[in-house]
């Protein structure tokens, strides 16, 4: 079992860039979501997804986009890189939230 | 807006101490609140508390949740060098799984 996987691990981007994290899960999970970790502040949330086709902004939403064409797919994209989005991104999915959340093992991303 | 605090934000104890490590909530239409443990990488899931009063237990952690303070503990006695972590708590609320709302974190750090 792949669980959640999350590509790529490591990514240095130049400010103004914009590139695609990219998520996907096995589980046949309906809801997907995904984080930002910075020190301090404990995992924030993007953006979530009920299922495919839905998507909802999170707490900090500014900068990031996301779809969910299909159940197993929930990339998030950054559309125009800044320094304030160096970061450790995490997806999480799970099904009911009866057996918590199950979470991909990260991007690290600087920004320069 | 939901808010998830947690305290201490750091701990520092030595083998053998027995810690707790709070956690209190305000979520819209609360859930659920989940503990969590993050080593370097991914959080890994320790309990899910709906009900309160009823404690959950596995090996020397346990949790408890508390409706009517809105609170949560989480529990280590016996504590080893393997505990040293980033415990985070998380709730959930409304009518979606997908939104976790995530305090800032609890650094324990075990001594031998």
């Known amino acids: 079992n792949a669980g959640v996987t999350q590509t790529p691990k490591f990514q240095v981007l130049k400010t103004g860039q914009s590139m695609t994290l990219q998520c996907a899960q096995d589980?046949?999970?309906?809801?997907m979501s995904w984080y930002r970790q910075d020190p301090g502040m404990g995992l924030r949330l993007i953006h979530y997804?009920?299922?495919?086709?839905?998507?909802d902004q999170g707490e900090v939403p500014n900068g990031y986009n996301v779809s969910r064409s299909t159940t197993e797919d929930f990339p998030l994209r950054l559309l125009s890189a800044a320094p304030s989005q160096t970061s450790v991104y995490f997806c999480?999915?799970?099904?009911?939230?009866?057996?918590?959340?199950?979470f991909g093992s990260g991007t690290r991303l600087t920004v320069v | 807006e939901d808010k998830v605090v947690q305290s201490p934000l750091s701990l520092v104890v030595h083998e053998g101490d027995t810690v707790t490590l709070n956690c209190s909530y305000e979520?819209?239409?609360?859930?659920?609140l989940l503990w969590y443990k993050q080593e370097k990488k991914a959080p890994t899931f320790l309990f899910m508390l709906?009900?309160?009063?009823i404690e959950k237990k596995s090996g020397r952690l346990s949790s408890i949740l508390d409706k009517k303070e809105l609170s949560s503990i989480l529990n280590i006695t016996a504590t080893q060098t393997g505990d040293s972590a980033i415990y985070l708590c998380?709730?959930?609320?409304?009518?979606?799984?997908?939104?976790?709302?995530f305090g800032q974190g609890t650094i324990l750090t075990v001594h031998p």
């Open positions: 999480a999915s799970t099904q009911t939230g009866v057996y918590g959340y199950t």
């Open positions: 589980m046949n999970h309906e809801y």
């Open positions: 997804s009920v299922g495919a086709g839905i998507t």
């Open positions: 979520v819209t239409n609360f859930r659920s």
């Open positions: 709906t009900s309160s009063g």
């Open positions: 998380a709730g959930t609320g409304g009518t979606s799984y997908g939104k976790l709302t």
